[in-house]
């Protein structure tokens, strides 16, 4: 298949299958005789493996590692359990900081009651202030 194929079976850009030729995370493609790339279903399997594990947040090192260990399929899987293991560590730091943040957006939410914004106490606590504005005319 060419490159457009795959990028729609896929939901790539054909610019991002390029670039993952290029960094050696999707093997090259065959040239057809009028010199297109032609796409294999391994292709479609190995664009398939990495749009996945990006769409779970494994940056492009671990996408690496991952394929590498996957063509080792007698191999114990520990090595793929630490990857997972550190990866789930990264969203529960990540939960804990959106829900910090979702926590203290909705604590400024509650403390403002004000009708003005020279009032409002969300604007004060983003640390803007009357005394520290910049006037328009400066």
Same mark, same amino acid.
Do not use: W
């Given at each position: 298949?060419?490159?457009?194929? $795959?990028?729609?079976?896929?939901?790539?850009?054909?610019?991002?299958?390029?670039?993952?030729?290029?960094?050696?995370? $999707?093997?090259?493609?065959?040239?057809? %005789?009028?010199?297109?790339?032609?796409? *294999?279903?391994?292709?479609?399997?190995?664009?398939?493996? /990495?749009?996945?594990?990006?769409?779970?947040?494994?940056?492009?090192?671990?996408?690496?590692? $991952?394929?590498?260990? *996957?063509?080792?399929?007698?191999?114990?899987?520990? %090595?793929?359990?630490?990857? /997972?293991?550190?990866?789930?560590?990264?969203?529960?730091?990540?939960?804990?900081?959106?829900?910090?943040?979702?926590?203290?957006?909705?604590?400024? $939410?509650?403390?403002?009651?004000? %009708?003005?914004?020279?009032?409002?106490?969300?604007?004060? *606590?983003?640390?803007?202030?009357?005394?520290?504005? /910049?006037?328009?005319?400066?």
């Amino acid at each position: 298949m060419r490159i457009g194929e $795959l990028a729609r079976a896929t939901g790539t850009k054909a610019e991002t299958i390029r670039y993952y030729e290029r960094e050696g995370i $999707l093997p090259s493609a065959d040239r057809t %005789d009028s010199n297109y790339r032609d796409y *294999s279903a391994g292709h479609l399997a190995t664009l398939n493996f /990495v749009r996945r594990a990006r769409e779970l947040g494994f940056n492009m090192a671990q996408v690496r590692e $991952l394929l590498k260990l *996957s063509d080792h399929e007698d191999n114990d899987c520990a %090595d793929v359990d630490k990857l /997972v293991k550190d990866q789930l560590v990264e969203v529960d730091r990540k939960i804990a900081d959106l829900t910090s943040l979702r926590d203290e957006l909705g604590q400024m $939410l509650t403390s403002c009651q004000a %009708d003005r914004i020279g009032d409002c106490r969300i604007v004060e *606590s983003l640390g803007r202030t009357r005394k520290t504005q /910049v006037s328009a005319g400066s």
